[in-house]
């Protein structure tokens, strides 16, 4: 059995490999609140009031007690006093008519001397006790005026932008492997020569 030496060329290749990095980019977002002021002003009252007033009067009752000026008790008796003349004035009058008709067969003069010798009987009441309702009484209450006026809340309101921070992303490229190419020759004969050449 023949064996021949059959030329050979091997190539044996290898790709370049790229490396990335990145940094992802990051992004934050906050919204601080509203700021809101509110004020409630306090209401305004105004209270208005008239003082309540009682009044008494026992003037009738000092008089029915017999506690009287000296002016009314002068007063009083000047008025008892006229009305006794008048009453005499009077009885004296009518008795004066019935002597004059004498002759119509009547006789007054008994009935007269027994009016004008027997005085009247006096009536007589305890004089310290006061009349029903001599005490007079009147009362006025108090007026009460109330004005109330409403204040409306103050409100103060801001808004607030929101703050926002960005930080950008970045890519780092680079060669983790480089590319290759082996050739190898075998079994070559060049001009008689044989060689092996390695690239």
Do not use: C
Request: cysteine-free; overall charge positive.
């Amino acid at each position: 059995m023949i064996f021949m030496d059959i030329p050979q060329i091997r190539i044996q290749s290898q790709p370049a490999l790229i490396s990335i990095q990145t940094n992802t980019a990051k992004r934050t977002i906050e919204q601080p609140k509203a700021t809101q002021e509110i004020r409630q002003p306090k209401a305004e009252v105004d209270i208005q009031t008239s003082p309540s007033k009682l009044t008494i009067d026992q003037s009738q009752a000092w008089y029915d007690m017999n506690i009287r000026s000296p002016e009314e008790m002068n007063k009083d008796a000047a008025r008892e006093g006229y009305q006794k003349v008048m009453q005499g004035i009077a009885r004296r009058t009518r008795q004066g008519e019935q002597l004059m008709k004498i002759e119509n067969n009547s006789n007054p003069i008994p009935s007269q001397a027994i009016e004008n010798g027997n005085d009247k009987q006096k009536q007589f009441n305890v004089g310290w006790i006061p009349s029903v309702f001599s005490v007079k009484t009147n009362y006025q209450p108090s007026e009460v005026n109330i004005n109330v006026q409403i204040n409306k809340p103050i409100i103060n309101h801001t808004p607030n932008k929101p703050v926002i921070q960005y930080q950008r992303g970045s890519v780092n490229t680079g060669i983790r492997q480089e590319a290759s190419l082996e050739i190898d020759f075998e079994n070559l004969k060049f001009q008689g020569m044989n060689f092996e050449m390695l690239i």
